[in-house]
């Protein structure tokens, strides 16, 4: 996720936004991605200044230290745009720490008893976090953007799923080839 391109969305949708807004609006927006930290925020802020995507457009003291409004520059929709045009590519590289630390437990534990227990454990936190996902689509309090982000999850883990099933499966082949 480009955090630069999704401030350049949310200055977009807004105008007009200090800082606080703008990670405001990110998380209440993105329900169920990260929460974008205070420390990203502003040096993505500097660095969307230094490279002309928006600009400062007011400077407020309210009792405290100075807030400074932003706004888009047109630079910044011409980023924005282009960003917005680009395909998502799919992934070429497996960044899952799911499929990492079985590959690790069969290569270093003397038997396949540690992956499978592994397997199992993360089996049911993927049960578990698909009960949570499923009371907030079931519970008639979610927003449209709440339920495409519980939709979204639930695919991924229900594919997760399938993978730990046809994995364990193999435990033992696979066991084999890792340690060979």
């Known amino acids: 996720m480009s955090t630069t391109h999704v401030l350049l969305g949310v200055l977009a949708a807004q105008g007009v936004s200090h800082g606080y807004e703008l990670k405001r609006e990110h998380d209440r927006r ?3 991605v990260r929460p974008l930290a205070f420390g990203q925020l502003y040096s993505t802020l500097a660095r969307m200044l230094r490279d002309g995507y928006i ?3 007011a400077h407020e003291r309210a009792g405290g230290p100075d807030r400074v409004a932003y706004r888009l520059t047109p630079q910044g929709r011409t980023a924005l745009d282009g960003w917005l045009t680009q395909v998502v590519a799919p992934a070429v590289h497996i960044s899952a720490d799911l ?12 038997d396949e008893g540690t992956a499978r227990s592994f ?3 993360q089996r049911a936190a ?8 499923t009371a907030v689509k079931t519970g008639g309090q979610a ?10 999850l639930l695919n991924h883990l229900d594919a997760d799923l ?17 340690r060979s």
Request: glycine share 2%; aromatic share 8%.
């Open 30 to 32: 993105l329900f169920g």
């Open 143 to 152: 927003s449209v953007t709440e339920l495409a982000a519980a939709d979204y």
């Open 99 to 110: 499929f990492v630390k079985v590959i690790v437990a069969l290569l270093a534990t003397p």
């Open 126 to 133: 993927h049960l578990a976090r698909m009960r949570e996902l």
């Open 55 to 57: 600009a400062e457009a």
């Open 162 to 178: 399938r993978w730990m099933a046809t994995t364990m499966d193999r435990i033992s082949q696979l066991r084999a080839e890792v």
């Open 119 to 121: 397997l199992a454990a």
